[in-house]
């Protein structure tokens, strides 16, 4: 063999091993007691090997393209690095793995990145990009001679075979060997098969498949199989839908005792005004998924683990609860203290009808201290937008003061103090929170009180997205061991995590009552039915479904008497059918749910 030959040879056999080795390293990024390292090599094997030939594959192929082995190793190994510390990040923060969708988020991880290094520092990224950039150079100059392009088209020429081999039946050779795509539990699915055959497994879900049966007139019995009339007012009533950011009650962690109160004003709704539970789709972060359910109607659970709506599917026209009010009078509009390309809401509440949405582009910042915009300035814009007009409003605001992580020290005095079984470090995440959550309900107050002073009808409705990332707290609290097996509790366990307050304030139809539970799909027709506003043949049917399956998301569901259970009763079966027949219908479908005569 001549030397240039063994040359390539061994620069290729080095990538190889290194790569190999980096594979089985970068599992140690997320893996816990549950599947550590060594038992899932012990006891799947052909997944740790698939995995290590799919990094060596994309290792040729960058080799293949820059023509230095060593530099083509770095670039690898940089790219392996990101996505293990992308995946257990997300399992951290998120209590979820990463799936393949998530690469869309770059610029919402872009904008919360000076935030993170505020936290952890920007030592240890500054050092792999300086580390990064040094190697990269040296390997250019110092290192082997470049491949010639007779091992380089070799090189680019497997991927290519393989993918035409690969193309017709991907998943063939996946279950002649053994592996099982487990799509239903995908914390469980990445553990046993590994980060990146679970990721590329998952790449063909972001296809959503067309239910079976799907036709005009299936959509057309199902919509006309619900109807509702609801009862009107003489006077159209502003309505303010605030969405407050991770808003959990504090005081139901167990354990704890506080010395003052952190939601006042929420828990004097609940004794005074309508409030129940509402069950979001999301935990931890994903607030455009629970925004999506509750404008459209529409339920995560029909669609992929970890998929965002407003991201992969909105690119069309699409009813909302602001197109319904628009229709009906009103004035339109969403505000929303933070960038305005965040989760594309630029663009996406243009599809569903809004007429004017606020930023903090538009907005007097002043002398900002928080990260995060405070709630003040959203409850500024919510009332310069009451003031504008005589005609009446729909409002959607959108808070963002107690977006996490929740780092020590955020705010200077801390106004609410409480004891209980926590570390420094979970005390000071815990404390972070509070204070921002105490913000919120403060600015709820004050609106009340802004409210009552008018002499105009309202609704004012205020929900959380979600509840907030704190694995520290819950962890000593002894709600749950870690937030990424949430999933695999009970559904009743489950339940505690995802349940978020509602409350509805109203001087049209005032008093305490019980709202019950429901999923953030079903705020919509109780809005509607609140406000006397005439709906939409989709809002008729999931009222309807709403009185049977008041809780639908994609973790939890529950009937009518409160039993919670995993997949819809036998008997409802056809309900649920039927409703994710309409939602395909109307979010990719040839919208023959529109035929339909609206109420009224």
């Given at each position: 063999m001549r030397s240039r030959d063994a040359s390539v040879v061994v620069q290729l056999l080095i990538v190889a091993v290194t790569v190999t080795l980096a594979s089985v390293a970068l599992e140690l990024l997320y893996r816990t007691a549950e599947l550590p390292l060594g038992t899932w090599l012990v006891e799947h094997p052909v997944p740790a090997l698939i995995n290590a030939a799919m990094f060596m594959v994309i290792s040729c192929v960058i080799v293949a393209i820059v023509g230095r082995a060593l530099t083509a190793t770095l670039i690898s190994l940089a790219l392996m690095l990101v996505l293990g510390l992308a995946h257990a990040s997300t399992l951290k923060n998120l209590g979820r793995p990463l799936f393949p969708w998530?690469?869309?988020?770059?610029?919402?991880?872009w904008a919360?990145?000076?935030f993170v290094t505020e936290r952890y520092g920007v030592a240890p990224l500054v050092i792999a990009a300086v580390a990064l950039v040094v190697g990269l150079g040296v390997s250019l100059r110092v290192g082997p001679r470049a491949l010639g392009w007779r091992?380089?088209?070799?090189?680019?020429?497997?991927p290519v075979l393989l993918s035409f081999a690969l193309l017709p039946r991907p998943s063939a050779p996946l279950k002649t060997l053994g592996v099982r795509h487990r799509h239903w539990e995908q914390p469980e699915n990445y553990r046993e098969?590994?980060?990146?055959?679970t990721f590329v497994m998952n790449l063909p879900a972001a296809n959503v498949q067309k239910p079976a049966e799907y036709e005009r007139a299936r959509v057309q019995t199902a919509i006309n199989s619900q109807?509702?009339?609801?009862?009107?007012f003489e006077l159209k009533p502003d309505v303010i839908v605030v969405m407050s950011e991770s808003l959990f009650d504090p005081t139901r962690l167990p354990g704890l005792t506080f010395e003052q109160d952190p939601l006042p004003t929420v828990h004097r709704l609940q004794r005074e005004a309508a409030s129940g539970s509402l069950y979001p789709p999301t935990f931890g972060g994903g607030t455009a998924n629970t925004e999506f359910e509750f404008l459209t109607g529409h339920s995560m659970r029909f669609l992929p683990p970890g998929s965002v709506p407003y991201q992969q599917y909105l690119r069309r026209k699409q009813r909302s609860m602001a197109s319904i009010f628009a229709a009906n009078g009103y004035r339109t509009e969403a505000a929303h203290i933070y960038h305005r390309w965040f989760w594309e809401r630029d663009a996406v509440y243009q599809h569903l009808g809004f007429q004017r949405f606020t930023t903090m582009e538009q907005v007097d910042l002043g002398e900002q201290k928080l990260f995060y915009p405070p709630d003040a300035l959203l409850t500024k814009e919510i009332m310069r937008a009451l003031t504008a007009d005589h005609s009446p409003l729909f409002m959607f605001g959108i808070s963002v003061e107690a977006h996490g992580p929740y780092e020590p020290n955020r705010y200077e005095d801390a106004a609410v103090h409480f004891s209980g079984p926590l570390d420094?470090?979970?005390?000071?995440?815990?404390?972070?929170y509070v204070e921002a959550i105490s913000h919120a309900d403060h600015e709820l107050a004050l609106l009340i009180e802004f409210l009552e002073k008018r002499s105009r009808p309202a609704v004012?409705?205020?929900?959380?997205?979600?509840?907030?990332?704190?694995?520290?707290?819950?962890?000593?609290?002894?709600?749950?061991?870690?937030?990424?097996?949430?999933?695999?509790l009970e559904p009743r366990q489950r339940a505690f995590l995802y349940e978020v307050p509602l409350l509805v304030w109203s001087n049209v139809k005032p008093g305490q009552r019980s709202l019950g539970a429901m999923s953030s799909t079903f705020l919509g027709p109780l809005?509607?039915?609140e406000t006397g506003t005439p709906g939409t043949p989709y809002m008729d049917f999931l009222d309807a479904v709403r009185r049977r399956l008041p809780v639908v998301s994609p973790h939890l569901i529950s009937d009518a008497d409160g039993v919670w259970h995993e997949a819809p009763p036998t008997e409802l079966r056809a309900l649920a059918d039927d409703w994710w027949t309409l939602e395909y219908d109307a979010l990719f479908g040839d919208d023959f749910v529109s035929e339909a005569p609206s109420e009224g």
């Open positions: 998530d690469l869309m988020l770059f610029r919402e991880a919360v990145l000076p091992p380089r088209a070799a090189l680019l020429l497997l098969n590994g980060l990146l055959l109807r509702t009339v609801h009862e009107t420094d470090d979970a005390r000071a995440e815990l404390s972070t004012l409705v205020f929900f959380g997205d979600h509840l907030p990332s704190l694995p520290l707290t819950l962890r000593q609290t002894g709600v749950v061991e870690s937030i990424d097996r949430i999933n695999g809005i509607l039915e």
